[in-house]
């Protein structure tokens, strides 16, 4: 056979394997692709899922301390205080408060629960049928006393935590102090219809009792948390059609939720991420809708279509040209179809910019028609705010020749045709044609401007209640959370009046944005019908809006007084406390003529009540105090109280003449400690090192953690060599002490101390500390292990 007669031959074997090369080639990038896509996506299930779970923690931690710092609280307390974290955290099945109850107090606790209408006692749950019991004889029970919200939960009030086996387990642990929070396995609630799965996570809650000088268990705060409701909250992308999280603790894996439909083909693509949970170890999986294998297709077969393929090219080139064109067409119109159902915002740009493609749900956010838009520039300000910077980020991305860059994650905050302002994430990709050229980008948007709000909003009551735990005044605290609400709605001018004690006048508390002499007019008028908005709405004790001042008759005696400052419309909400007494009024005005839209309802409604959160919790202003000047984990002064009381001793010594000392005391490589052990090792030394310092101590002495490893200890009336005995007793006895630990181990370590004395040559207390601190690096810098009251 001649080369002319074996051409097509050869054409054909060559085009064969060209082909199969190449398909092979491009099946293993997209498997790498999608498996890289796959383990982003749980990735970023995983960081939602602890996200929750870092929030339900810190509202644990908010309830507990609430507790903590409570001498006495009853149902209405602790239904005020959670109603709203419920309202705004959906995976909250329930928030329970476990009180401790010893087997000779179980008569009072049932009786308690009688006269609070419930007759069941302390139960206990049976097993077989996950039902309740009455309770056994026990040393020790755990009942639960208050649960929210109490419509879902009533049948479990009284039921004893510990009766449940995976309940046990974990308050063991606690008990054992080998955590702070922990959870529970999974199981199904007793009264609960949904079929989902529940877990617990537990947090213990101490108290000092004043005749052990040591802390003793209250009782536990109980988070029941529905995995399922986490899961539904997930936005699946990168072609996920389902997720399962499973708890995978012990060898048999139990599913606690699902979402999407779970696929039955185990080639279908995914991936799994493990975590830690509060204990316990859970997996996410996360299935790939798409197929990757090439299973029942032989190499012959592919010869054969490959064969005919090339054989009929030429003569079907035009006719395959017509029918691939129209088929383009008709995947276009599908593309469209298809994006016009999803409920994400998709964009795609030219590499000027310019938009050549928007969805329905892109319309919608912007409120244009997409013939209005298309042939617009994206980032004119007509549409994006900080335009320039925009497309600073847009020119970079797509001119980038980085293999990195396919992928670009950004926030903008776009305008909409109403004027609102919309924040929008985005994932960007980079578009290319066939020859591989950049030719724009792919945008996919969701807005997250509820979700922000919502996060400011949460971020603004935590922000009030460290305000109120650092002992700022009411007003202050107040102030602070309507300058926030005014941030987040701008126009808002926002005010709180306070009853007086004859509950019959207003008195200005809080308004950070309304005119001075506004609020001084208006300072102890007297409630009643009529009397503006914030007047009659504390008289009818109800909520009352007036849309426009100037006509309104309750603003009759009072119009040309708003007016005069620009003031056109009024919302007020009553504030009540406990058992329902009227506490003031919360308002909300506006310069123009407005009403309310059910967002501004719902902020009313939210803010009253966190309002009144706040007024009852300042009753509690000496334990707030108390909590913000102690070191949680030493029971010590923290930093900022021990340098307020630095700075009046020193000014206390400076006037009267007196002897003062101050000594800087840090342990000697206390990193190896946490590195070798854990950090539940370390803390165990810090406080074991801490009961050291207050044995040495007198009882005038003052003492504090000023951070990590480091202690200052304050001494008045004390002399430099008086206070370096000290120092070199305190220095003995902690290199002869040795902490257990919890695994057995022992741990010694070593200190090492700066001394340093008041001198009249010094202007500021500043100057003490940096002496003493001058000294103990000294005494570290020269062998450790020791103490320096002279460099």
């Known amino acids: 056979m001649n ?199 537990f947090r213990p809650v101490y108290y000092v009792a004043p005749t052990q000088e040591a802390l003793v268990l209250r009782g536990f705060i109980a988070a029941v948390v529905k995995p399922q409701r986490l899961i539904d909250k997930q936005v699946m992308g990168h072609d996920i059609v389902a997720m399962k999280l499973d708890d995978v603790t012990s060898e048999n894996s139990v599913e606690i939720a699902s979402m999407g439909s779970i696929p039955t083909d185990i080639n279908k693509t995914s991936y799994v991420s493990e975590f830690r949970v509060l204990g316990r170890s859970w997996a996410l999986r996360v299935w790939n809708g798409k197929s990757q294998h090439l299973d029942g297709y032989r190499v012959e077969y592919w010869i054969l279509f490959f064969g005919f393929l090339f054989t009929f090219f030429s003569a079907m080139g035009l006719s395959r040209l017509k029918v691939s064109h129209r088929q383009v067409l008709l995947e276009r119109d599908k593309a469209q179809s298809y994006l016009d159902t999803v409920d994400t915002i998709m964009l795609a740009l030219d590499q000027r910019g310019e938009i050549t493609m928007i969805n329905r749900k892109g319309s919608e956010v912007l409120g244009y028609t997409p013939a209005d838009l298309l042939g617009k520039n994206w980032f004119s300000e007509d549409f994006v705010i900080d335009s320039i910077e925009e497309k600073k980020g847009f020119n970079l991305f797509i001119n980038s020749s980085s293999a990195d860059s396919d992928l670009y994650l950004s926030e903008s905050k776009i305008r909409a045709r109403n004027d609102q302002i919309r924040l929008i ?124 001042i100037e006509t309104h008759p309750f603003w009759a005696s009072f119009k040309d007084l708003a007016l005069s400052h620009n003031l056109g419309s009024c919302w007020s909400e009553p504030i009540f406390g406990k058992k329902h007494r009227l506490k003031g009024t919360f308002a909300i005005y506006h310069q123009e003529p407005s009403l309310p839209s059910d967002e501004d309802l719902e902020l009313i409604t939210s803010m009253a009540a966190f309002v009144s959160m706040l007024i009852e919790e300042f009753q509690v202003e000496e334990a707030l105090v108390q909590m913000a000047n102690t070191d949680a984990l030493t029971g010590l002064n923290n930093r900022r109280k021990l340098l ?111 001394v340093a004395e008041y001198a009249s040559s010094m202007e500021l207390s500043t100057d003490m500390l940096g002496l003493a601190d001058k000294r103990l690096y000294w005494a570290k810098d020269n062998g450790r292990n020791q103490i320096s009251i002279e460099p």
């Open 3 to 201: 080369i002319s007669n074996r051409a097509p031959l050869l054409v054909v074997v060559a085009g064969f394997l060209i082909t199969v090369f190449t398909y092979q080639y491009k099946v293993g990038i997209e498997q790498q692709q999608r498996q890289s896509l796959m383990a982003l996506a749980a990735t970023e299930q995983r960081a939602h899922l602890q996200n929750h779970v870092d929030n339900t923690v810190e509202i644990l931690d908010s309830i507990a301390s609430y507790v903590t710092y409570s001498k006495q609280i009853n149902r209405a307390d602790f239904h005020s205080f959670t109603q709203p974290v419920i309202q705004r955290h959906s995976e909250l099945y329930a928030l329970h408060w476990i009180p401790r109850v010893l087997d000779e107090d179980r008569a009072l606790f049932e009786q308690l629960l009688l006269e609070q209408g419930f007759n069941s006692g302390i139960t206990a749950v049976k097993s077989e049928a996950n039902g309740l019991v009455k309770a056994p004889e026990s040393e020790v029970y755990y009942p639960v006393l208050y649960s929210e919200p109490l419509a879902l939960n009533n049948s479990v009030i009284g039921l004893d935590a510990y009766s449940r086996n995976l309940n046990a387990e974990v308050i063991d642990q606690l008990l054992d102090g080998s955590a702070k929070f922990l959870s529970s396995a999974p199981f199904h609630l007793v009264q609960d219809e949904m079929a989902s799965s529940s877990v617990v996570f």
């Open 425 to 548: 994430t985005w994932r960007n990709k980079r578009r290319t044609d066939q020859s591989g050229d950049v030719v724009g980008m792919l945008c996919s948007g969701s807005d997250i401007t509820e979700q922000r709000h919502n996060e400011r909003l949460d971020k603004l009551r935590s922000s009030a209640m460290e305000a109120a735990l650092r002992g700022e005044s009411l007003s202050y605290v107040l102030n602070l959370v309507l300058t926030g609400i005014e941030e987040q709605y701008p126009g808002a001018l926002c005010s709180i009046l306070l009853l007086d004690k004859t509950g019959k006048h207003l008195l200005n508390c809080a308004a950070p944005s309304l005119p001075k002499d506004y609020q001084n007019a208006i300072h102890g008028i007297e409630i009643g019908e009529g009397v503006g908005s914030c007047g009659t709405a504390a008289f009818r004790r109800e909520r009352v809006i007036v849309e426009d």
């Open 644 to 754: 307020a009381s630095l700075e009046e001793e020193f000014a206390r010594t400076k006037r009267y003449g007196r002897h003062f000392s101050l000594c800087m005391l840090d342990l000697d490589h206390f990193k190896m400690v946490n590195d070798q052990y854990g950090h539940d090792a370390g803390d165990l030394v810090l406080k074991a090192i801490s009961e050291i310092i207050t044995q040495e101590l007198r009882e005038s002495d003052i003492s504090g953690r000023i951070g990590g490893e480091e202690f200052a200890l304050l001494l008045p009336d004390t002399e430099l060599h008086k206070a370096g005995e000290l120092s070199e007793r305190l220095r003995l006895k902690i290199e002869q002490f040795t902490v257990k630990l919890r695994t057995g181990e022992s741990v010694k370590l070593t200190a090492s101390i700066g």
